[in-house]
């Protein structure tokens, strides 16, 4: 059952931020907010994670609703390399499984 | 660090050859995921392991398909008899659990891609 609602495909021009919605209605309290990306033929990669305070790292910014019924990751200055498949995934903490379930993601094409 | 290493990067087979994809994840990570990907059906689990032990393969799609982790460092994905709809990229993917914490950041690997003729 998918956990997690994206749009299809954003386009977003070369330098400016991306800003990528995920809504999660049904989260639970001891769900994390998993962000993934997958570049053309490769394997997905990991950008980031949360749970209730929004967070940051080298690659993006994750922005947590207070009521954590949805989510926006931020790319903040998109770049060509960005355009790839997001998944915004929900999973409960590692001690109590590692099922990673990905839906279809949304699209991100960024434009020169 | 290697990352997760997948071979063959890519086979071709004939309907009804059995097919194995093998994988060797990252050191010290307890736990090991296959996925699939298709058009069609996007990147579906699979199974996965923790510490060599298969804890969930609901998404194997068939008796035809197997799975084995014999030691921390090596997993094969065996399909028998291969049929063209098992055409698809597998992924293998490796995660490491701390001790109270939430690391849950899985490696994959490049991927397998396996056309069935």
Partial sequence: ?112 | DAGVIQSPRHEVTEMGQEVTLRCKPISGHDYLFWYRQTMMRGLELLIYFNNNVPIDDSGMPEDRFSAKMPNASFSTLKIQPSEPRDSAVYFCASSLTTSGGDTGELFFGEGSRLTVL
Avoid at chain 1, 27 to 44: A, D, F, K, L, T
Avoid at chain 1, 64 to 88: G, N, Q, W
């Fill in chain 1, 1 to 112: 059952d998918a956990k997690t609602t994206q749009p299809t495909s954003m386009d977003c021009a070369e330098g400016r931020a991306a800003n990528l919605p995920c809504n999660h209605s049904t989260i639970s309290g001891n769900e994390y907010v998993y962000w993934y990306r997958q570049i053309h033929s490769q394997g997905p990669q990991y950008i980031i994670h949360g749970l209730k305070n929004n967070e940051t790292n080298e690659m993006a910014s994750l922005i947590i609703t207070e009521d954590r019924k949805s989510s926006t990751l931020i790319l903040p200055h998109a770049t060509l390399r960005d355009t790839a498949v997001y998944y915004c995934i929900v999973r409960v903490a590692p001690r109590y499984g590692q099922n990673f379930v990905f839906g279809p993601g949304t699209r991100l094409s960024v434009l020169p």
